[in-house]
């Protein structure tokens, strides 16, 4: 069953979707890595779908309070219910062991959870090794400028900036606690250090609909990809959803009228959907997981800093993976337990806004299993 030097689908990074009943021998052939030749087994859901991405929240703590994200009154996690470092390196080892491709750090705000970049280093060997393609991080950039070369020498390549708007006010409005020239020091760090940067915003109605050319013009200016997120019904907040939830269908068609959009295959191995806009040249992305669901080719998990897995950010539905890591040196029951909640992942999420909807789709904030 050895491919040697078979490029393998992930580098291609599409995400499966095979077929439902594909037999599993057939699923081991397409996801061998280069070189190895007996596969651990992978973690295939039910509906086919192999993991081959995880979300890692190192932690739930952050400093800024987005308002579409947190509540300004948040209660965090005690420390001690927190995954060490060198736990949360042995959990992200055996998803490596077990197929997955690329890891992607995020939180709350992972860049302030101390001691982060000790994690980094410890993962970077699977990168050598090339068990693993790809680490990333998305961060709100405010340590960025401390971190970025450490990040890029540990291996990133890639990294998420979240930004909403360019404007210090409005910054300081939706953040409720940033400072953007901060983070405006962090992306030139970042660059700097050579790392490709991708802007983040999330899409909210009559705050930065109308900036969105300019926030386009400006991030492929500088090189940058640029993707747009719906807000999606995630924990407990002061505003209502409704008010602040802008369809993508509806910011594409307005862009329209500033440029021309052209449909792109581009895939970075995420939900979003990509289009090349010609007067700029960049890259413009859509994550639409209202207006488009993009389960059906889904092949993540989230783990939590409390090392909680879920196998949907929509679904309340979760395994405990800290027990079985602590119960034992051996990753035995850790695996067992990989496997049982991977055989429950859901099909995909539910999410509906609309005014009737007055309920989160599930009770937790974005910055417990992260972005
Ligand atoms: N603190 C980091 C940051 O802001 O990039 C990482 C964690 S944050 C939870 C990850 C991403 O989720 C950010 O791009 C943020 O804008 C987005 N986000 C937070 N709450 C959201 C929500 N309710 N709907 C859609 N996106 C959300
Ligand atoms: Fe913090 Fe990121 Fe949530 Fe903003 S979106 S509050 S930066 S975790």
């Known amino acids: 069953m050895k491919r040697p ?16 009943g594909t037999p599993l021998g057939n699923i081991y052939a397409m996801i061998l890595r280069p070189g190895q030749d007996t596969p651990e087994a992978p973690l295939v859901d039910p509906f086919g779908r192999a993991i081959s991405y995880i979300r890692v929240s190192v932690t739930d703590r952050c400093d800024f309070r987005c308002v579409y994200c947190m509540s300004e009154d948040m209660h965090f996690l005690p420390k001690g219910d927190l995954l060490t470092l060198e736990e949360l390196d042995r959990l992200c080892s055996a998803f490596v062991a077990r197929g997955t491709r690329k890891i992607r750090i995020t939180g709350g705000e992972p860049l302030v959870r101390r001691g982060i970049m000790t994690l980094f280093r410890s993962l970077s060997r699977h990168l050598t090794s090339g068990a693993l393609e790809e680490i990333t991080v998305t961060t709100n950039g405010s340590q960025l400028a401390r971190y970025a070369q450490e990040l890029a020498d540990c291996g990133v390549k890639r990294i998420n900036v979240s930004l909403d708007t360019l404007d210090a006010d409005k910054f300081r409005a939706i953040t409720r606690w940033g400072d953007l020239a901060k983070v405006m020091e962090g992306i030139d760090a970042a660059q700097k250090a050579g790392l490709s940067i991708k802007i983040n915003a999330v ?16 991030a492929h200016g500088r090189g940058m990809d640029m ?20 369809p993508l269908t509806q910011l594409r068609a307005d862009l329209t ?9 581009y895939k970075t191995g995420g939900p979003a959907r990509y289009v090349s806009v010609k007067e700029t040249g960049g890259r413009l992305g859509f994550i639409t997981p209202l207006t488009h669901n993009f389960c ?5 998990v989230r783990v939590t800093c409390t090392g909680t897995l879920y196998m949907c950010l929509g679904q309340e539905d979760a395994a405990d993976l800290r027990t079985p890591l602590r119960a034992s040196e051996s990753d035995t029951l850790l695996m067992r337990a990989m496997e049982e909640a991977i055989a429950r992942k859901p099909k995909g999420h539910d999410f509906v806004i609309d005014r009737t909807t007055h309920m989160p789709a599930v009770g937790r904030h974005m910055s417990v299993t992260g972005g």
């Open 203 to 218: 899409a909210l109605k009559g705050f930065n609909d109308v900036e969105a050319p300019d926030m386009i013009r400006w």
């Open 257 to 265: 009228d500033h440029f021309t959009l052209q449909d792109s295959d």
């Open 5 to 20: 030097g078979s490029p393998g689908l992930f580098h291609g990074q599409s995400p499966l979707p095979i077929e439902p």
């Open 227 to 246: 993707t747009f997120i719906e807000v999606m019904p995630l924990g407990e907040i002061e505003t209502a959803r409704a008010d602040q939830y802008l």
């Open 296 to 300: 059906e080719g889904c092949n993540r």
